[in-house]
């Protein structure tokens, strides 16, 4: 009984993890599929989500800055009053969020990945980890080195009870978030005209070009999109471990890829299932094995995916052609 | 420097030996020797430091240089090679001087090869079911790999690594190599000639600034014979064209393995010396940032150039290590010792930025080799917009996305 009950409770933890891990995914998942880059800096832009929401959350009900700004003070009041005025706080935090980290997407894309379009992968991969480098230490340099105390304005309390595993309501809150999303992505990509772009500009960029898709702009939104996901995940990362710091996005950001590439890089549903795969062999990995290892556990899964199925588990094996 | 048929490369830098040439050849020579001594001799200890890291630096330069520059396979993760070099080496060299203490002054030769061997076995174990991958699948596992030796080590693996308190453990010793000991504690000549407070001293720095130098030359070496050998002809095909190359009969899996474990076995033996040098190792030395640098060190100097991985060592670990121990030691005027630390912060933002600008404004580098040059820098920029396409189509087997821009 008392194993079943670890397994639950590492089961919870898990696909709460892995929906994380399946949002960020979906942003390396999104770009790689339509120019072909690993971008790394990914991960950054999951960190920047973090502290934009953060700076969001503070202007909304940081009382120190009321007492500065006497304007702001009606306004935190309703936020920090009613249940209503805690869920348009998390929106109006996300929605910020996402427009900040989503701009900041394109805004890479424009000028440190589109002089490169046509030169080696190599150089564009180079520059992603100059632009990762670049942000972490912005971050580090102008707003903080040390660790900031995310608070988590949906409380501890427990949403309901499997066997003798309490699931609290951020995990729940998490969790459906994340699969709205999911699902919204993926009848965006599926069914809108410019998801139908997107996809046709990831097949065949000329054909594309020459049947009137604007290209760029399909770049754009593929660089707006997967960046505003990270935005999400960084900030329900802050909300469920509590604190956030410049280099928070590294660890994440590689298992992620590694979400990624277990679904089939550039497969979006492989994303999502990767992500959720992934997260929850961790947390049973770090349940029954050691907590010292769990991150080795991600590595190796990446080394053995991609030796025994580099094209994911919903991917094509896709040949080099002459 | 023989001279062989194929020595193209060889020829085309030197060109005729003027004596001006032998001139400046001598002078760099003799600064290369007797910086160090100089400014240790007036008090400036943290020179002979940091141009001993510098070396290392260049060491692991162009040993990556083999993986990245000769062959083109990024590996994000060379700095694990380091690290095993580095463990591999202390925790051979610290049970042979317990078993045997005679042996004292030699056992730095055992780990040497202990150290490389180590690095190389461990190149060929990952290189071998992973060198099949494309490239930038590569990039992020060498980087998963990287990470993964890091934390095995912070872990403390089979008891043998000390976790995160480094190596060697107290009451151990990494044993002192041959004549260390009798320089530091002869060499002690105050020549008040050359001003008041100047001492000819010899201690653990400069001596292995001194073995670095040495090493740094035999790198060079042998580097240089590598690239103008059939396997480093081998190498330059298979990075301009997988396919090409492999039709022309090279074995593309053992070829790449080929450069990956000869540039692990450098990583291993730098990080051997690394260790010997700073007399500790420890997982913080062996992050993923080392990694970035050491592929900055050769991007900014110029991807397979030996020339390019010297300034780059110089530029990306010399000279903010340089600015910081000016500003630390109070040598700066005006700036307070204690924004030491923030200098050395804003270097990695800095180099952040210069590796996007690199890359799009010189993708070749600083000083780049004539052969990478002629490949990344077409002389008509039309003529690269045609190459760049076919290459493209080559990969892609779709056409020219230049069309829509």
């Given at each position: 009984m008392q194993l079943a009950n670890l397994i639950l409770a590492q089961l919870v933890n898990g696909i709460t993890l892995g929906s994380l891990y399946a949002l960020i995914a979906l942003g390396y998942t999104i770009v790689y599929g339509i120019v072909l880059l690993i971008n790394f800096a990914h991960s950054e832009l999951f960190m920047s989500g973090a502290f934009v929401g953060l700076g969001v959350m503070t202007v909304l009900t940081s009382s120190a800055l009321a007492s500065k700004f006497p304007w702001l003070a009606p306004a935190q009041h309703f936020f920090a009053g009613s249940t209503t005025g805690i869920v348009c706080m998390l929106l109006i935090m996300f929605l910020v969020s996402m427009i900040v980290v989503g701009i900041m997407g394109m805004i890479i894309e424009r000028f440190a990945y589109r002089p490169l379009r046509h030169a080696p992968r190599l150089a564009a991969l180079i520059s992603a980890v100059g632009v990762s480098l670049f942000l972490q230490n912005a971050v580090l340099l102008w707003i903080s080195a040390q660790q900031l105390p995310f608070p988590n304005p949906i409380g501890e309390s427990t949403a309901f009870t499997i066997g003798t595993v309490d699931v609290s309501v951020l995990k729940v809150v998490i969790i459906i978030t994340v699969i709205v999303l999911l699902v919204a992505l993926d009848t965006f990509i599926s069914r809108s005209r410019f998801g139908k772009a997107m996809r046709a500009t990831s097949q065949d960029r000329e054909a594309a070009g020459l049947m009137g898709i604007d290209i760029n702009l399909s770049i754009t939104l593929a660089f707006f999109i997967g960046p505003a996901l990270g935005a999400v995940a960084g900030i329900f990362n802050g909300m469920y471990y509590g604190s956030i710091v410049f280099n928070m996005g590294f660890l994440p950001g590689i298992k992620a890829f590694t979400a990624a590439v277990l679904g089939g890089i550039g497969n979006l549903r492989g994303a999502m299932l990767g992500g959720f795969l992934l997260g929850i062999v961790e947390s049973l990995a770090s349940g029954f094995i050691s907590t010292g290892y769990k991150d080795v556990i991600a590595f190796a899964i990446l080394i053995l995916v991609l030796i025994f199925r580099p094209g994911g588990l919903l991917g094509e094996s896709v040949l080099e052609k002459v | 420097m023989a001279e062989t048929v194929t020595d193209i490369d060889t020829k085309a830098d030197a060109g005729r030996t003027t004596p001006l040439k032998i001139a400046l050849w001598i002078l760099l020579a003799v600064a290369v020797v007797m910086t160090p001594l100089v400014f240790e001799g007036y008090g400036w200890l943290f020179v002979p430091h940091i141009m001993a890291l510098i070396g290392l630096y260049v060491m692991l330069a162009l040993g990556l240089n083999i993986v990245v520059g000769f062959a083109g396979l990024l590996d994000l993760g060379y700095i694990a090679f380091y690290a095993i070099g580095a463990y591999a080496g202390v925790i051979v060299g610290a049970w042979a001087y317990k078993s045997a203490p005679a042996l004292g002054p030699w056992i730095y030769f055992l780990m040497i090869p202990v150290a490389a061997i180590a690095a190389a076995a461990t190149g060929i174990a990952l290189g071998t079911p992973v060198l099949r991958l494309r490239g930038d699948y590569l990039a992020i596992v060498t980087l998963g790999f990287g990470e993964m030796v890091r934390i095995i080590i912070t872990n403390n693996a089979f008891g043998l690594t000390n976790g995160a308190a480094g190596l060697p453990r107290a009451g151990q010793f990494i044993p002192t190599p041959f004549g260390l000991d009798w320089l530091q504690n002869h060499v002690y000549f105050p020549i008040p000639a050359l001003g008041r407070s100047f001492v000819l001293q010899f201690d653990n720095n400069i001596y292995w600034y001194y073995v670095i130098v040495l090493l740094c030359l035999l790198t060079i070496f042998v580097v240089r014979r590598l690239d103008q050998s059939r396997l480093g002809r081998s190498w330059a095909a298979l990075r301009e064209d997988e396919v090409a190359a492999s039709s022309m009969g090279i074995s593309i899996t053992q070829t790449k393995l080929w450069a990956f474990s000869l540039g692990a076995l450098w990583g291993g033996i730098a990080g051997l010396t690394f260790a010997n040098f700073q007399q500790f190792v420890s997982p913080e030395s062996f992050t993923f940032l080392e990694s970035v640098f050491v592929v900055c060190t050769i991007v900014i100097g110029g991807m397979g150039s030996i020339p390019g991985a010297i300034v780059g060592a110089i530029i990306i670990q010399g000279l903010p290590a340089f600015v910081q121990g000016l500003a630390a030691a109070g040598k700066l005027p005006g700036i307070d010792p204690s924004t030491a630390t923030v200098i050395a912060n804003y270097r990695f933002l800095v180099f952040g930025l210069f590796m996007v600008v690199m890359m799009a404004w010189?993708?070749?580098?600083?000083?780049?080799?004539k052969r990478r040059a002629a490949e990344l820098k077409p002389e008509l920029a039309e003529i690269a917009d045609i190459e760049s396409e076919q290459l493209y189509d080559a990969q892609h087997d779709d056409a020219h996305p230049g069309i829509d821009d």
């Open positions: - | 010189r993708p070749q580098g600083l000083l780049p080799s």
